[in-house]
């Protein structure tokens, strides 16, 4: 069973920067696609980026110049960051981390585990 773990929300101004993290553990097969949503109350869920464990990498419109996936490969688990840059107000979400052994493309229903979410606010 993998488990995501999320790091790194908070609170910033308009124009600042984050990080968000996301450690996957307990995968066996060696590979893991991974992904970012985000969510707003009322809201369904809404794809950020992707990074796939061939390091093929998808931004949805919103996030290209400002957003930046990457993933760290260890020995018992992988971690994944989203860069965050020029923040506005309307990225204020709650951030989720997905992992796939095989995603197809950066949709909700193509990630299996999921983390627990962690808060972004971003105020004018």
């Known amino acids: 069973e993998v488990q995501l773990v999320e790091s790194g929300g908070g609170s910033v101004q308009a124009g600042g920067s984050l990080r968000l993290s996301c450690v996957a553990s307990g995968y066996i097969s060696g590979s893991l696609d991974m992904a970012w949503f985000r969510q707003v109350p009322g809201k369904g869920r809404e794809g950020v980026a992707a990074?796939?464990?061939?390091?093929?990498?998808?931004?949805e419109e919103f996030a290209k110049g400002r957003f930046t996936i990457s993933s760290e490969k260890a020995k018992s688990h992988l971690t994944a960051h989203l860069d965050m840059n020029d923040l506005k107000p309307e990225d204020t979400a709650t951030y989720y981390c997905?992992?796939?052994?095989?995603?197809?493309?950066?949709?909700?229903?193509?990630?299996?585990?999921w983390g627990q979410g962690t808060q972004v606010t971003v105020s004018s």
């Open positions: 997905a992992a796939d052994v095989s995603a197809r493309w950066l949709s909700q229903s193509e990630y299996q585990y």
């Open positions: 990074i796939e464990d061939d390091g093929e990498i998808t931004y």
